[in-house]
């Protein structure tokens, strides 16, 4: 069946970067973007930015430009998001979500990212 | 920024129950409006899109309704694994946007 797994927790620093996989399976991973959101403790969902697995193109929110890289390895079929420069307000569950058509039929178990000192 | 405002941000209702969740975007989004609802701990799961159209596997208590600015989430008979928080997301133009969430709860 179609599934993104996700890598585990982290607990960074301020001012360091993190880096979440997001392997793909059950499907042809090419074919569909990979979108990350996040989530803040008791909080709603944030949209990131996505990237195609094809052509490894990405588009991101405005709030992450030049902190977020998004990228692939296809031969894995696993996307990443790397974040940097991270701050006490990054603290969330980021999710990497497959975009179907221009929804998001399905999503990775969640990766908790702490940024503490 | 298209801005996405649900109401109301919780509700407290019963088994058997019609529930009905508002959203509301901030410019017309034509029917670019999905729904997702989430549970404690999981990840955000796909009830409906472009408005009204059921997502594989999901009940058909669920329905959806709306176009332009103003979409409504229906839940004709409320059953146990429908207490969860409620999304409406538009996907008219990027940044894909949220709203705040409705939770339903018992």
């Known amino acids: 069946q179609v599934q993104l797994v996700q890598s585990g927790a982290e607990v960074k620093k301020p001012g360091a970067s993190v880096k979440v996989s997001c392997k793909a399976s059950?499907?042809?991973?090419?074919?569909?973007?990979i979108n990350w959101v996040r989530q803040a403790s008791g909080q709603g969902l944030e949209w990131m930015g996505w990237m195609n697995p094809y052509s490894g193109n990405t588009g991101f929110a405005q709030e992450f430009q030049g902190r977020v890289t998004m990228t692939r390895n296809t031969s894995i079929m696993t996307a990443y998001m790397e974040l940097s420069s991270l701050r006490s307000e990054d603290t969330a569950v980021y999710y990497c979500a497959r975009q179907w058509l221009q929804t998001y039929d399905t999503w990775g178990q969640g990766t908790l990212v702490t940024v503490s000192s | 920024d298209i801005q996405m405002t649900q109401s109301p941000s919780s509700l407290s209702a019963s088994v058997g129950d019609r529930v009905t969740i508002s959203c509301r975007a901030s410019?017309?989004?034509?029917?670019?409006l999905n729904w997702y609802h989430q549970k404690p701990g999981k990840a955000p799961k796909l009830l409906i899109y472009s408005a009204s159209t059921l997502h594989t596997g999901v009940p058909s208590r669920f329905s959806g309704s709306g176009s332009g600015t103003d979409f409504i989430l229906t839940i004709s008979s409320l059953q146990p694994e429908d207490f969860a928080t409620y999304y409406c997301q538009q996907s008219y133009t990027t940044p894909r946007t949220f709203g705040g969430g409705t939770k339903v709860e018992i």
């Open positions: 410019q017309s989004i034509s029917s670019y």
């Open positions: 059950g499907y042809t991973f090419a074919s569909y973007n």
